[in-house]
């Protein structure tokens, strides 16, 4: 188990749990950041964001935030 | 099916009353959807609107509407609507909270009387998030699948006939950039009207039915008139997620809150674990009369979490949906979109390609537009000023309509227009930019350099948006969901340099420094930009200190080769508001400093229209006004006089140095004769023969004070009075401080 900012860029990751405010947490909830999600860190910013594919859509997070998603690594 | 189609500006009070008033008769028809689902578009080919049409998220700062035909004359009119792009109904900004006041809090006769929801099939997951919010409000609707084409290059086959089997509403494939689609759709949305049937809401599982059904029950028997105004369900929904609604009485919110307790223990701390797929048993039921005075400490703490059951409700209704009606036969992999954000998205390279991307813009429009506006200014000089003149006469034999008509509108006018080749080069770039998807990027490169500001990197955008004009700027700071944010944000939006002041840029760059013009207009946005940070940094430490943190959530939409209609829109839409803008304000203005130029004040001899503009009552008040440049190298009446004009607006500042120029010596022989070496003159007197740091210390004021006075009413309206008169004055303070700093430090090293 691991934070999203502590994840590899490339490695198929399913989300676990998001311990971030609440307002922040349901943000995440409707872009589909739901626990069990199926998540990739796609690449990491100039300004240490990351850019993080779930599904098909394409969703930028600064680092606090992506330090509070859980996550785990899965089998592609 | 092409028809007129208006705008009205959006705002939190609404202004809804448009949709009612302006198409009595017509049925109502909104048109809702995440952004990025092709909605505008949608929007666009529907009722031929001149709305603009970007994958930018949150970009939709305005409600456009315009009338549909859904068939043949007999067909009921629409009056469709298009929301501003939304992923929740439960509002975060100005602008999600107008989506649901016009959709739930408007009343029966307010509401619209059918949905028209677009979902993207490519992400159809997340889109039936917000498909399951709508569907609480009971109104009627048709679902739009767009991006078909898209979901199809994926690997992903959306079924309509089980997606519409499984959301409970007609399903209708659209292509709106192909116009494929488009009649069915018309047909569904004819048949729902004809016969409208109550849109019944998502199962979002047994126990939060149970509880909003109670609630809804309770909200019915003792609060009737409450029930009578919104739909039952939503304001269930509401009071569960402890929204702050003006409706909700004492006793309905205790109920609501120990509602909302029991669901949450029921169903456990949301959102920290992987939600169990079998939903959990009804709750146990309260009424306010049970718990009198149910206030618990931790009241609000359920009512979030309670708010985040309902959302995974929602989410687990979306799973057995997607379920249903979607196939992948490809699993989540790198697209070309990842590819090319590695490179314009990078620690190493993303920063400086995006200040390249704008550098290119602004010498794209300095040099490739120069040879069109000289030819557009020849043409204005010379055969438009001999009509003119044949036709009221020679301004040189006197006269006041000569006067007015060929030194003042010919001339005035002449020189905005020579401006539109600039413009509309700068709007085809922007717009190649805004549809391509790269401007979110640029708002997720930018965001530590917002956080400096202590803004999130979604200002960025409006920030960019500023540097085409700061009264649309002003309302895309809405997206902000954070008050302190918007107060801050709204601030320091008049220190991005929009076009109109490039216009004067360019102007002044043509004529002091020859070939290097492009790069000194480029240095005038590049001085903006240090402005808006360094001003942002101050006004953080000093009136927004306890601004709290907003996290950066910003979905970027996938890379799309623009269309040529919908770059050709948006450079229309832009260029006919600059000269339907500039246009009024240049005539106006004209008028204006031609009146004030013809009365004579003081020693001036001769009467009305006699007298030289130096010894008019315009030339007295700027004469008055020129001292306090004095400092800055250009205390010169003319100087001074475009200043005046352009606190107006800036579009005026060149008409009114051609006026002035031009009927100076009106009573001694007057000559058009060219800007170029009367501005030389000027500046060099005025600053004792330090012409270029006057000329450049010209430029700073003319970047940092106010505007324009429609950028003020704006502000007013952003971020309110006391607000507005304190960032008049510290722009005001700014500009001359720096301007002086600029001449006195420039005379030393020339």
């Given amino acids: ?76 | 099916m092409l028809d007129s189609a208006r705008r009205t500006p959006k705002s939190c009070c609404g202004d809804g009353s448009s949709l009612t008033a302006s198409d009595a008769g017509a049925a109502r028809v909104a048109l809702v959807g995440n952004p990025n689902t092709g909605k505008s578009t949608l929007f666009n080919a529907l009722t031929g609107a001149r709305q603009r049409v970007g994958n930018w998220p949150g970009k939709t700062v305005e409600v456009a509407w315009g009338s549909w035909r859904t068939g043949d004359a007999a067909a009921t009119p629409v009056a469709l609507v298009d929301l501003p792009g939304t992923y929740s109904l439960v509002p975060r900004s100005p602008d999600e909270a107008l989506t649901r006041d016009l959709l739930v809090d408007r009343g029966a006769e307010g509401r619209p009387h059918l949905i028209v929801v677009t979902l993207d099939a490519a992400n159809l997951a997340r889109n039936l998030y917000l498909l399951a919010q709508v569907k609480d409000t009971g109104i009627p609707l048709v679902v739009a699948l767009t991006m078909t084409d898209t979901a199809a290059a994926r690997g992903i086959e959306v079924d309509p006939r089980a997606l519409s089997e499984a959301v409970d509403a007609p399903v209708i494939p659209v292509l709106p950039r192909e116009r494929e689609g488009l009649d069915a759709l018309a047909a569904a949305v004819r048949e729902a009207l004809a016969d409208p049937r109550p849109c019944p809401a998502a199962d979002l599982g047994p126990a939060v039915e149970e509880t909003v059904r109670g609630l809804a029950d309770l909200i019915g028997s003792e609060e009737p008139e409450v029930a009578a105004l919104r739909p039952a369900r939503w304001a269930a929904m509401s009071l569960l997620s402890g929204d702050e609604v003006p409706w909700a009485t004492a006793g309905l919110r205790a109920a609501a809150a120990v509602r909302a307790r029991a669901l949450v223990t029921e169903h456990g701390m949301p959102g920290t674990e992987v939600p169990d797929s079998e939903p959990a048993a009804p709750c146990a039921q309260s009424s306010p009369s049970e718990h009198p005075h149910a206030e618990p400490p931790h009241e609000a703490a359920d009512f979030e979490d309670a708010e985040l059951v309902l959302a995974e409700g929602r989410y687990l209704w979306a799973r057995h949906v997607h379920a249903a009606s979607v196939h992948c036969s490809a699993g989540s992999r790198a697209t070309w979109t990842d590819r090319i954000d590695r490179v314009l998205t990078s620690r190493w390279t993303g920063l400086p390609l995006c200040l390249g991307v704008m550098w290119a813009v602004f010498q794209a429009t300095t040099t490739c537009a120069k040879p069109l506006q000289d030819g557009l200014q020849e043409f204005f000089s010379g055969p438009v000023t001999s009509l003119a003149v044949e036709l009221v006469g020679d301004p040189d034999h006197g006269g006041w309509l000569p006067g007015l008509v060929v030194n003042g509108l010919v001339s005035g006018v002449g020189q905005l227009l020579s401006f539109v080749p600039l413009m509309a080069i700068m709007y085809v770039l922007l717009a190649l930019l805004e549809d391509s998807g790269y401007f979110a990027r640029a708002a997720f490169v930018a965001d530590r350099l917002m956080r400096l500001l202590g803004l999130p990197g979604q200002a960025f955008l409006p920030l960019i948006v500023g540097f085409g004009c700061n009264v649309p700027a002003l309302s895309a700071s809405r997206v902000l969901s954070n008050r302190q944010h918007r107060l801050l944000l709204g601030m320091v939006i008049p220190f991005v340099t929009c076009s109109a002041r490039l216009t004067v840029y360019v102007l002044l760059a043509g004529v002091f420094f020859g070939s290097s013009a492009g790069t000194v207009a480029f240095l005038m946005y590049v001085l903006s930009i240090v402005l808006v940070v360094v001003m942002g940094l101050a006004l953080r430490r000093v009136l927004f200190r306890d601004s709290a943190r907003e996290p950066l959530i910003l979905e970027l939409p996938p890379y799309r080769m623009p269309t040529l209609r919908g770059v050709a829109l948006q450079t229309w839409q832009k260029l006919a508001g600059f000269l339907r803008t500039a246009g009024g304000i240049v005539v106006v203005t004209v008028t204006a400093v031609w009146l004030l130029s013809s009365v004579p004040a003081g020693s001036g001899r001769g009467g009305f229209g006699g007298v030289s503009v130096a010894q008019s009552l315009f030339g007295a008040v700027a004469r008055f006004i020129a001292p306090v440049f004095s400092w800055a190298g250009f205390g010169e009446w003319h100087a001074s006089a475009t200043l005046v004009t352009g606190f107006v607006a800036k579009e005026a500042v060149i008409s009114t140095m051609v006026q002035t120029y031009q009927t100076q010596d009106a009573d001694g022989g007057a000559q058009a004769s060219a800007l170029g070496p009367q501005l030389r003159a000027t500046f060099e007197q005025a600053s004792g023969g330090h012409t270029v740091p006057a000329v450049l210390a010209f430029m700073v004021f003319l970047l940092a004070y106010t505007p324009c006075m429609t950028t003020i009413a704006a502000q007013r309206t952003e971020i309110g009075g006391r607000l507005t008169a304190v960032s008049m004055g510290l722009q005001l303070a700014v500009a001359w401080a720096l301007a002086v700093l600029v001449f006195q430090v420039g005379s030393l090293i020339a």
């Fill in chain 1, 1 to 76: 188990m691991m934070t999203l900012l502590e994840s590899p860029v490339g490695r198929p990751l399913a989300l676990l749990s998001v311990e971030t405010d609440p307002r922040c947490r349901l943000r995440l909830l409707e872009l589909g950041f739901v626990p069990g999600a199926a998540l990739r860190v796609v690449g990491r910013g100039a300004t240490g964001g990351l850019l993080v594919a779930h599904g098909d859509a394409r969703t930028a997070l600064d680092s606090a935030t992506a330090a509070g998603l859980r996550v785990e690594a899965i089998r592609a």
